[in-house]
């Protein structure tokens, strides 16, 4: 912990002739006329103008965590801030401030006494309840979170000078916003994760999040990420963010970290903790952070806090050779919808719990002096259905790491907009750094917008890839990152924009492929329950073939897709065809894995994705070539890293065969299904939204 100020003293005391809990006197800035006030435990101006100044303890770096909590009073005239990177000689400096007349809170940099508006969020707060707000400052991106959910994203750096953590206030409203806390620590760059996501989603090994480095499971955990709904401050929402959740996917205790290594085991590690009213408190739910954590164990030795839902306490606890030991707690009465801040700072031997940023307590435990990991837990309780009573917003970690600055960031050199999809071309890192490079990721959102970035999964190894399922018609920003060996990712590339294009409305149904039936074929009605089936062919030792005709050749474009139920599931390198064309394309099964391929110049390029089948199980599969990709697909989500290609499909005088080759040996055995599911072959690339919507209506 950097700074902490409750503001805990005589009403009419200047700011500058007061001393908070932790980063020595406040200084008001010679540009500043009228003087920060304490007043009610709070901070306004002692004018109607704005008034400013910093602490004296000066942060390690650039990279800085703001934090401020805003208490609502009945009028709204006034406009309290919280600073970073504030120059003490001049007036400049970044703020996050809530507009009270306008009824928003706004991002601003101010250089030379000019302001600029980077960024805003609309927000009706309830009379009498707080705000916790985060005013998170790197190099590359400035994010405002209001009560554990990211609203504000700015990439502008015109400031660059560390400076120091500052307060901005303006009006003198006693009854109106009151700052009523601050308190700030040193960030290891892009530390930060608010967990946004579209859907509910289990938490991926490959999750980054805003952060620099990869998430990683503690061993037997399972956490997943769950929209906010409406988990806001007051008995009743008082607005509807868009952030997600961070719980635990069972009733169990899920452990989490991220793969940067620090540099030392002094450090402070943060959580925003989300509270909902619980319908049984008996059953114990938590949620917090953990530092010094293990990679191995379960549960693993670290230290940790964590809010106690049954005890309605927030406590520090020690896991040590599989023994969890409480070595401090501070009671605080559980509130539906509230939320909390809570950091474990670690130095040498002592340990000190803050909340809301708040010294609430201090230890001396020497049991666990290694470095560790960082990272957070959750328990859900003793119930599935406690799953979601206490859970993490936001997570952040103060400390250098041993690798920290990543790669360089790439050079975004085109995007090219295709129907659903762009294609981004790069250039490589000019430096692959100790940890050597991984490769590259790829990001989106609106253009001109200014919330946070969609990163894919995928991990792009070559200098180009394909971004799938976009809107089509609306204009989206792209950029590229490096990302190294050890989860570090680089800053942001430069930004191209590029509008993919709607595709034109497809047919209701697929013009399925005509021939005559040769082989061992049973075609009955559809006898699997629930199956996405209305009729259904078995497949054993025979194969339904389609004599060669020339419509099969397919061109620069091509969908294989089937509904198949293997009977059992071969050992891995065995060969199973579901669609075979000898020469031109084939969509198989290899063991559990899906395999994908088409010919191109007599060279395969070949898709693979892993666990695709299990035995009696239905599942949708495809594949789809648009000319410079081959992907493949599993119930209409894209399954597998995407092989670049381009050119035409080799043109092939041979037939195309289902339920195995034309030379026999790779027999599928199971049951395909009829209908609408029939296995078909197109020659165009369906895009991603009508592979979702046919797999979703399948009858």
Known sequence: MLIADTFTDTNGTALASHTGEKGGAFTKHADSTPAPTIQGNGVVSSTSGAGWGYYASTPSGVNQEVCGVFVFGANATNRPGICARMETAATTYYDVRYDGPAGKFELYKTVAGSETALGEFSFTPAVGYPAFVILNCTDAVKQVFVNGDLVIESTDNAITATGRIGVRVEGNDTAGIKLDRVWASNGYSGSIDSFNNSVDQAVPETRSGALRARWVYGVGSYLYITQSASWDLGPAPVATLPGGRLRSGNQYTGYYYISAVPASADYDVATVVAKRALSAPSQTALAGPVGRMATTGSPPNAYAIAYDSTNQWWALYRFMDGVSTVLATWAETNVSGAVGHALLEMSGTTLKMWIDGVERASVVDANITTAGRAGVWVRAGTTSAMHDRVSIAVFHYSGSVTDPSGPPAPTLSSATAKIAACTLAWTAVTDVG???????????????????????????????????????????????????????????????????????????????????????????????????????????????????????????????????????????????????????????????????????????????????????????????????????????VAVGAAVPATGSVDVASSDITIGDIAAGGQAFVGKMAGGSGSPVVLAEALRSDRLVEDARSQP
């Open 434 to 636: 100790s940890a050597g490079l991984k490769g590259y990721r790829t990001e989106y959102r609106l253009t001109g917008g200014t919330g946070p970035w969609t990163m894919l999964d995928t991990v792009f190894t070559t200098l180009t890839g394909t971004v799938w399922g976009l809107p089509g018609g609306s204009s989206l920003d792209f950029r590229v990152r490096g990302e190294d060996n050890v989860g570090n990712l680089s800053v942001p590339s430069n930004v191209i924009a590029a509008t993919p294009t709607s595709a034109p409305a497809q047919p209701a149904g697929y013009n399925e492929i005509a021939g005559t039936h040769s082989g061992t074929v049973t075609v009955g009605e559809a006898s699997i329950t629930g199956d996405p089936a209305e009729k259904s062919v078995d497949y054993n030792t025979g194969k339904t073939t389609f004599p060669d005709d020339p419509a099969f050749d397919v061109g620069a474009t091509c969908t294989l897709r089937a509904v198949v139920r293997p009977a059992s599931v071969p050992s891995a390198g065995t060969r199973r065809a579901i669609i075979d064309r000898a020469a031109a394309y084939s969509l198989k099964m290899n063991g559990s894995s899906l395999e994908g391929t088409v010919i191109i110049g007599t060279v395969a390029k070949t898709a693979t994705a892993s666990s695709v089948f299990s035995a009696n199980v239905t599942v949708d599969v495809a594949m789809t070539y648009d000319g410079a990709n081959v992907q493949l697909w599993k119930a209409g």
